[in-house]
């Protein structure tokens, strides 16, 4: 890999991890789009099932792996965080300290539904774009990242569902949850499939790295066993 596809990578990377802090934030504010009420967490989180496509087009699907893992284990740490911080003594008064807290101190089945979909859809994400680049090679690149967002975006939403609401929310419920904000999802995420041309199809180098394990031994000391 250049030295020019390693740093794009690496924004890549950081704009996946971001994009998913971003859309656990605007979480907080509901809009009315396309007729349906969702919330902003509709607009920036498509764009992180593109932005795996993007980092998987550039390294491979190990690195794509890693990368669903460590933003799965950043936002933990950050919502562990938060909750410690909503228990600190504040410098407010006491309403506001309680109306912070709130906002900080994450509802756990929700928090863990979250992550739980996130992880697993992606992970599913990255199985379907690889079994399509084995069918397909090279060509058709709209084609990986549309279908396999077709398939990651909606079982993410699935997942939630059943893991936040499972007992607690009638089927209609449900089924009137997913059809509105799946929608607004594939349609943003639609609109993010031109950026898998913006970077280079991931060079020979990735696919030897990817055959390595972690109980091989450095060449350099095959070499001097040699």
Known sequence: MSIRNLHILILV???????QMVADISNLRNLTLFGFGVSAFSIAYPLTFTLRDMAHKL?????ARTLIIAAAVIYLIVQAFFAIISNLPPEMTEAESIALGQLLTPEWRFLMAAVLASVISQLVDTEVYTRWIDKYGREKQWGRVLVSNAIGIPLDRILFLL???AGTMSTDGMVEAFIGTTIVRMIFGIISIPGIYLVEEHSED???ISGITHSDPPSFARAERG
């Open 59 to 63: 390294a491979g699907p190990y690195v």
């Open 163 to 165: 893991l936040a609401f």
């Open 13 to 19: 990377c950081v704009a996946y991890v971001a994009a």
């Open 206 to 208: 990735w696919v030897k």
